[in-house]
């Protein structure tokens, strides 16, 4: 009998192994969890979006690039590359065809995020998140205050985020706050499908725009590795009556990878 029992307590350990090694992935694409990886595990990610649709025609195509470590006693570090392509109809009164730019280097990023409580162990799971980013023109500091929670096979994520920028041609300054909130539900140990909505605030030199866009998800984990798609169409600009194109679009695909090294 109790050759029997260490038998079970083997196999369900070794059935548990998979779920373990993907406990720390990533299950919203746009919404941060407090999760970090432990000390010394390394991931490969790739982040594609694809964003189409304004007035005129518009298609672009932005590509991150990320290695991500853990660090020990909570901390996780990351760098990325950012590339971006853009193809525009001309502006009114502008030269005909198509505007064109890219594919350009758009910027390096680091990330620092620190884990303050955990969110299964803890009443509530607590995170802050900074990643500063260094474009050719511009420098942006994205923080976020990160709080979720996992309740059996229900995970729910929130996000306030606050993105100052320094443009260097003009001396100008911008200021993005983006509320998120992700919904999701764990079909099984490997896939996991979700609903997030983000709220994206402009303030620059033009008028204050308030973006609101929602969407569905899927994502696939394997042993080492998930793979996730995500579709956010933008559903209101509060306070206008039309759609913002001006840093937005009708709608965006984002299409994210993650490799264990």
């Known amino acids: 009998m109790k050759k029997h029992l260490s038998h079970w307590c083997l196999a369900l350990a070794l059935a548990a192994l998979p779920a373990l090694a993907r406990a720390a992935d990533r299950h919203f694409i746009y919404t941060e969890e407090s999760t970090v990886q432990d000390a010394g595990e390394k991931d490969l990610e790739t982040y594609t979006t694809y964003r189409f649709g304004r007035d005129a025609f518009y298609s672009a195509m932005d590509q991150s690039l990320e290695f991500e470590v853990g660090l020990g006693g ?38 620092l995020k620190l884990k303050l409580a955990d969110n299964v162990a803890d009443p509530l799971g607590v995170g802050l998140y900074f990643e500063p980013e260094f474009e050719p023109d511009e420098l942006d500091l994205e923080t976020k205050l990160i ?10 994520a929130f996000n306030l985020t606050a993105e100052p920028g320094f443009d260097y041609t003009d001396m100008g300054t911008s200021l993005l706050l983006r509320p998120s909130l992700g919904v999701g539900y764990f079909l099984t140990s490997r896939w996991f499908i979700g609903l997030e909505a983000m709220n994206e605030n402009f303030y620059d030199d033009a008028p204050m725009r308030s973006v609101l866009s929602a969407g569905p998800e899927l994502e696939y984990a394997g042993d080492s590795w998930w793979v996730a798609v995500a579709f956010l169409p933008q559903l209101a600009n509060i306070g206008s009556s039309t759609l913002d194109f001006t840093d937005s679009q009708r709608d965006q695909v984002r299409l994210a990878t993650s490799f264990s090294l």
């Open 147 to 156: 709080l979720d929670k996992k309740m059996g096979s229900w995970l729910v």
């Open 74 to 111: 909570s901390a996780q570090f990351a760098s990325y590359l950012n590339f971006t392509q853009e193809f525009a109809a001309a502006l009114p009164g502008g030269e005909p065809g198509l505007n064109t730019e890219g594919p350009v280097l758009d910027g390096v990023s680091t990330e």
